[in-house]
């Protein structure tokens, strides 16, 4: 079973920038379409950007602009530059193929406070 293990969240400040990673380990996603995706309490787990396996992005409107995501098939990871972050930014952060079809992993949390 494809195991996803999300990392680098924390604490920031509004306009302050984090990096997230997404590692895929028992299978690789060097021809799967990968997304992102974060949720809040009582909130439906929202898409925030997709990529496909030759790095064709795009994005959710409220994030456009000021994240970025991309991958590195050799390492079966994914990445998720978030710059600019706002309050609204705050959420759990998850990554799947695009179909959802893994089990999701525990994700990291972002907190963005002033």
């Known amino acids: 079973q494809v195991q996803l293990v999300e990392s680098g969240g924390g604490l920031v400040e509004p306009g302050g920038s984090l990096r997230l990673t997404c590692a895929a380990s028992?299978?690789?996603?060097?021809?799967?379409?990968m997304a992102w995706y974060r949720q809040t309490p009582g909130k439906q787990r929202e898409l925030v950007a997709r990529i496909t396996p030759g790095g064709s992005t795009n994005y959710a409107d409220s994030v456009k602009g000021r994240f970025t995501i991309s991958r590195d098939n050799a390492k079966n990871t994914m990445y998720l530059q978030m710059n600019s972050l706002k309050l609204e930014d705050t959420a759990v952060y998850y990554c799947n193929n695009v179909g959802r079809s893994w089990n999701w992993g525990q994700g990291t949390q972002v907190t963005v406070s002033s």
């Open positions: 028992g299978s690789g996603f060097t021809y799967i379409p």
